[in-house]
């Protein structure tokens, strides 16, 4: 249903292409790469959970954190599932300003998990994700209609100044139904990644995981 529209999107070649392999599961995360060879580590690079493409690009709170964001700025509810950013594809035409940039999205993800795999770089935080998304998308302005070129521009700039804030960190209980009533879970913490007023979960089972996201009470 959605393949088709790929090639309509108004963004570089490669990416679409990228999408096409997406939209089909061949995208090499981690999960498909162990379908081929042995994989040593088959965790996802942004918080250690195992990495797949519906892990990598909605599910992980990095990806989950950015979606809420979009939405926010885009002032319409882009979801946070392959389905839900893939709908609005197949009406390009009314949908070219959100297409490119849910697709400078997935793209910034996948280069930036790719540095960080290939490269060596370490995550330093959501403003790396943020501001890639930003230069992406306007590098992409040339292709695009003046009308749409300069609400990707508008958004671009709403972005910068959003990555522009100083991170938070909150802490929240995990609660569980029990016999009694609901019950503090101790043993797992609940951590979250806070950009800006935007606060999505991101469950942290491993010390590590804390580590690397800079989540220190």
């Known amino acids: 249903m959605f393949v088709g529209s790929i090639w ?23 999960d498909n790469l162990g379908k081929r060879r042995e994989v040593s580590d088959p965790t996802c690079l942004f918080c250690s959970e195992k990495e797949s493409i519906s892990h990598l690009f909605f599910e992980c709170c990095v990806a989950r954190n950015i979606w809420l964001i979009i939405s926010e700025l885009l002032n ?13 594809w197949v009406a390009n035409k009314r949908h070219k300003f959100t297409n490119v940039v849910t697709s400078s999205v997935i793209w910034s993800l996948w280069k930036l998990r790719n540095e960080m795999c290939f490269q060596g770089v370490t995550w330093t935080g ?3 994700v943020l501001l890639r998304t930003v230069r992406m998308a306007r590098r992409w302005v040339p292709l695009l209609n003046p009308e749409t070129g300069l609400l990707v521009e ?6 910068e100044n959003r990555a522009s ?11 569980i139904n029990t016999s009694s009533g609901w019950d503090l879970l101790g043993a797992q913490p609940l951590g979250s990644v806070v950009s800006g007023q935007t606060n999505t979960p991101c469950n942290v089972s491993r010390p590590e995981v804390v580590s690397q996201f800079g989540l220190e009470p």
């Open 154 to 159: 508008e958004f671009a700039q709403q972005l």
């Open 165 to 175: 804030l100083p991170p938070q960190l909150q802490w929240m209980p995990v609660m």
């Open 76 to 88: 319409q509810d882009i979801g946070a599932n392959f389905e839900s950013i893939a709908r609005f």
């Open 126 to 128: 959501m403003k790396r």
């Open 8 to 30: 309509k999107l108004t963004i570089p070649p490669r990416v679409q292409f990228f999408l096409w392999l997406l939209s089909n599961n061949r995208v090499l995360t981690r």
